[in-house]
């Protein structure tokens, strides 16, 4: 009975012992990227705006909010207006004989 406890013990004790883990390698990204503070308050780096070459095409400030927009050819055809029984139901009655 006593080696059946010790054998029982013994396997508890090896079951719930607590295994340590290397330590980890140190990351050079990590190592390397800003702090927390650095990345909320820090000013972001923006890509350089694209080169712009003005042409003959291009229209001007006022001429592009004021110029007619031109129109698809084929317009598809106004929706249908659903609810019109909805408006001849409850359409007031005429009061005059």
Same mark, same amino acid.
Request: charge should be positive.
């Given at each position: 009975?006593? #080696?059946?406890? $010790?054998?029982?013990?013994?396997? +508890? #004790?090896?079951?719930?012992?607590?295994?340590?883990?290397? *330590?980890p390698p140190?990351?050079?990204? #990590? $190592?390397?990227? !800003?702090? +927390?503070l650095a990345? =909320?308050?820090?000013?972001?780096? +923006? *890509? /350089?705006? *694209?080169?712009?070459?003005?042409?003959?095409?291009?229209?001007?400030? =006022? =001429?592009?909010?004021?110029?007619?927009?031109?129109?698809?050819?084929?317009? /598809?055809?106004?929706?249908?207006?659903s609810g019109?029984?909805?408006?001849?139901?409850?359409?007031?009655? /005429?009061?005059? !004989?």
């Amino acid at each position: 009975m006593g #080696r059946l406890a $010790a054998g029982v013990v013994e396997a +508890l #004790r090896v079951t719930f012992t607590r295994e340590a883990l290397p *330590p980890p390698p140190p990351d050079p990204l #990590r $190592a390397a990227a !800003p702090g +927390l503070l650095a990345r =909320l308050f820090a000013s972001e780096r +923006l *890509p /350089p705006p *694209p080169e712009r070459t003005p042409s003959a095409t291009q229209a001007g400030g =006022l =001429l592009s909010l004021f110029a007619p927009e031109p129109l698809p050819p084929d317009l /598809p055809p106004a929706p249908r207006r659903s609810g019109r029984w909805l408006a001849w139901i409850f359409a007031a009655e /005429p009061l005059d !004989p």
